[in-house]
């Protein structure tokens, strides 16, 4: 692989052209073809007879020149070459832009941008004094907190089921009674319950009831009560 010349400083022939046109102190969007074609051509030479491979970059821009100028030189071609010195002072107020802006970022990474984190001793005393009140209410928020994600101990359903009450049962036993008074007030089967294991069962018998679409709950302003299901309407509803 063929090694590419970068002349010393310069990143390109955009580059080489800056620094021709700050030398000789030419205007980029006047800028006279034949003393720019013959500075930039000496440049060239110069890179030759060092015995060092020209950048292809830099023989593209160098024929862009020369056709510039020959176009120049020819009548009727004005427009053309207008166009041609227009497109080139564009890419050149473009690129000096980007080198400018380029400059001062490479300035600003230099610079230190935040000082180095100062070193502050570890200060293990805790000064700050607590009423032996704050403390043990401390205490107890925090045994609270680890209890509430703690399930409850097998002890505390000991006073809740102390027999077994058949869930079935009950619900036959509802059943027959809707058919038989037609309405029956939903608060009037926990009324002659016999304790909390009756009551859970007739719930539960309530909840199979209506999921089997055999009853139907009502909500009214003067209660809830139950009725049976229709034939055709056998979806258990609940009336608003």
């Excluded at 100028?69 to 980007?98: D, H, M, N, V």
Aim: hydrophobic share 40%.
């Amino acid at each position: 692989m063929a090694l590419s010349y970068r002349l010393p400083g310069f990143e390109g022939p955009l580059d080489l052209l800056l620094q021709l046109i700050a030398k000789h102190k030419l205007d980029i969007l006047d800028i006279p073809i034949s003393t720019l074609l013959e500075q930039y051509l000496a440049q060239m030479q110069a890179m030759r007879q060092a015995d060092m491979e020209i950048a292809s970059e830099f023989l593209e821009m160098a024929a862009r020149l020369v056709y510039w100028k020959t176009i120049s030189l020819l009548p009727r071609r004005e427009e053309e070459a207008q166009a041609i010195q227009e497109e080139l002072a564009g890419q050149l107020l473009e690129y000096r832009a980007y080198r400018q802006a380029a400059g001062w970022l490479t300035q600003r990474w230099e610079e230190p941008i935040c000082r180095a984190p100062a070193e502050f001793p570890p200060e293990n005393a805790y000064r700050r004094r607590h009423a032996p009140e704050e403390i043990q209410l401390a205490y107890a928020q925090a045994v609270a907190r680890g209890k509430r994600f703690s399930p409850p101990p097998i002890e505390g359903f000991s006073g809740v089921i102390r027999r077994a009450v058949s869930v079935p049962a009950k619900a036959v036993a509802l059943l027959r009674r809707i058919r038989r008074e037609k309405r029956v007030e939903y608060a009037s089967l926990f009324r002659e319950g016999q304790g909390k294991e009756e009551q859970i069962a007739v719930f539960l018998a309530v909840l199979e009831l209506i999921k089997g679409r055999r009853i139907r709950i009502h909500d009214t302003r003067a209660g809830s009560f139950l009725t049976a299901a229709g034939k055709k309407d056998g979806n258990a509803e609940r009336d608003g």
